[in-house]
């Protein structure tokens, strides 16, 4: 099981950024990003294929928010600009093993991180 370590989070005023990483104790063939608000679901932010070619993107985050990955380090970041009051939530970090295929559902990802808190302020 590969294990996921997030970092990065923290206290933003809107219009800000944040970058947050996440390393892998292992190779992966897909790496993500969720996020989870209090009462609400976990909810797809964006996700990379191992070869760094294909990328998903939810729509709210679609222009702001940009993720990359250095497979030499096992890592994939999520740099978030201009950020709003609504994207806090608590960002976790996930990995699909077996497909380059990226899954929209966190059902479909094999492996999470901890997750780390993104406070937005308005």
């Known amino acids: 099981q590969v294990q996921l370590v997030e970092s990065g989070g923290g206290l933003v005023q809107a219009g800000g950024s944040l970058r947050l990483s996440c390393a892998a104790s292992g190779s992966t063939f897909v790496m993500g990003w969720f996020r989870q608000a209090p009462g609400k679901e976990r909810a797809f932010v964006a996700a990379?294929?191992?070869?760094?070619?294909?990328?998903r993107y939810a729509d709210f985050v679609k222009g702001r928010f940009t993720i990359s990955r250095d497979n030499a380090k096992n890592t994939v970041f999520l740099q978030m600009d201009s950020l709003k009051p609504e994207d806090t939530a608590v960002y976790y970090c996930?990995?699909?093993?077996?497909?380059?295929?990226?899954?929209?559902?966190?059902?479909?990802?094999?492996?999470w991180g901890q997750g780390t808190q993104v406070t937005v302020s308005s």
């Open positions: 990379m294929n191992w070869s760094g070619l294909t990328t």
């Open positions: 996930a990995a699909k093993h077996g497909s380059p295929i990226i899954p929209f559902y966190a059902r479909d990802y094999d492996s």
